[in-house]
């Protein structure tokens, strides 16, 4: 008989620690993996609505306006008359709205020379 009360007891123990591994891995799903998904698929979007003219930062930190598109292959203007061809995904959603502010188009600044 008190074997019988001993294994009930610790069946209740172990129902009690699956409950708090599930409630852990939960919240690691909430807190950690959600988040990074939805950031995954933000990048995503980001890239797929590039267009010419557009002001962009790379991952490297250069920062360009687009001149040109080719499938997976952008060329940016990184100066007057100087072009750098980088990859779609080298380009940081991140990094442009930190320059450029999120949603807002830079202002286009031109100077003239004498």
Known sequence: MLLLQAATGASGAGYINLLFIGSMFLIMYL???RPQQKKQREQANFGKNLSK???VVTNSGMLGR???IEDDVITLEVGTKVYVRVLRNAI????TDA????????QVVTTTEE
Do not use: C, Q, R, T
Request: no cysteine.
């Open 53 to 55: 003219n557009d002001e």
């Open 99 to 106: 320059v450029y502010g999120a949603g807002k188009k830079p």
């Open 92 to 95: 940081s959603k991140e990094l």
């Open 31 to 33: 807190f950690m993996i």
């Open 66 to 68: 687009i001149s040109k």
